[in-house]
């Protein structure tokens, strides 16, 4: 009885139990080519697509299965199981070796060195294998994962997206909460995925010095260019007065600044509720939010009770002194 009692009181504190309808989630991934025109050029890209009903993608046809940058944004509730495993058996190496294969590191999640898909460490092979994490309650937010074999070159050519944790209830349905706060409620969400293209990187291989300095021309969210207000990299079509929920999700190898203006230029605050999958033990509201690479903030603004439009937007910046590249758009309605 008294060993018990701890154990009892987290519980009703909500601290301690996995949400009652927990599931398992076996997701398969597979890489692949694609190219993306940016600014009128075409660049190569590699990338994973979900190949969980066979090599040629989920019911594709006709040879493999097509990759996109940033790759399947998957989603999934705190104490579920995720399975996800790579399958890179049948594939022709794109490097030659050491630099031969592909993992999945899931940055900044609590697991296991063996399922952290780093290849340097003990139990991570380079050829296929399969990554198992159970997020904790307290653990919702944004992470990234992305290819950590010949990181510099392989991350740049496209093979990253994000994982989502999310609150259930116990229905086990997700909650439209950042995390079990009801003061997270939102009613919309949307994935931001910032990253940046230097194609000199995308035709260099091995240990070339072109590694060695980064030059990026081209600076995207979720993988498109948006370098204008009137044609955004994103668009939400939202209402008045609802709340929105932005996930940042730093897969740049830059600087950057992230702000919200209406179409006066006037900054918008929103307030941060969580940072690199944790919450902030007092949630922070600002109108300028830095995001360095690898990491994330999930934040929350309500959107005002007059219709207009409102433009989140990066400002990509030089890691030696901060001096702008571009900004990119984002655009919502309401
Ligand atoms: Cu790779």
Not at 60 to 72: D, E, F, I, L, N
Not at 118 to 138: A, I, K, L, R
Request: hydrophobic share 35%; proline share 6%.
């Amino acid at each position: 009885m008294k060993k018990t009692a701890p154990i009892l009181l987290l519980s009703a504190l909500g601290l301690a139990s996995s949400p009652i309808s927990a599931v398992t989630i076996n997701k398969s991934l597979c890489v692949g080519m694609t190219s993306k025109s940016l600014s009128g050029q075409s660049v190569n890209f590699w990338g994973y697509y979900d190949c969980s009903g066979g090599m040629m993608g989920g019911g594709g046809m006709g040879g493999m299965g097509s990759a996109t940058v940033p790759g399947p944004i998957l989603e999934i509730g705190t104490g579920d199981t995720l399975n996800l495993t790579l399958n890179v058996n049948m594939m022709t190496p794109m490097e030659s070796s050491p630099y031969q294969g592909h993992t999945i590191h899931l940055h900044g999640a609590d697991v296991q060195t063996s399922e952290d898909g780093v290849p340097e460490t003990n139990g991570n092979t380079v050829m296929g294998d399969t990554y198992t994490w159970s997020p904790s309650v307290g653990h919702e937010g944004s992470y990234p994962y992305h290819c950590h074999v010949h990181t510099v070159k392989h991350l740049e050519m496209g093979m990253y997206s994000a994982i989502i944790v999310r609150p259930r209830d116990a229905s086990g349905n997700f909650l439209n909460r950042l995390n079990q706060d009801a003061a997270t409620t939102y009613n919309y969400s949307q994935v931001y995925v910032l990253s940046t293209v230097d194609p000199a990187y995308h035709t260099a291989t091995g240990d070339s010095t072109v590694f060695a300095d980064y030059n990026p021309q081209y600076f995207l969210l979720s993988g498109r260019e948006g370098k204008t207000t009137g044609a955004p990299a994103l668009t939400l079509a939202a209402a008045r007065n609802k709340k929105v929920a932005l996930r940042l999700i730093g897969m740049h190898s830059t600087n950057s600044t992230f702000q919200i203006k209406d179409t006066n230029g006037n900054l918008k605050p929103f307030t941060v509720y969580i940072r690199d999958g944790r919450a902030l033990p007092t949630p922070k509201t600002v109108t300028s939010l830095d995001i360095s690479p690898g990491q994330r903030a999930d934040l929350l603004f309500t959107l005002p009770s007059t219709s207009g439009t409102w433009y989140p937007q990066v400002v990509y910046k030089k890691l030696r002194d901060n001096a702008p590249y571009a900004t990119v758009y984002g655009k919502i309605t309401f």
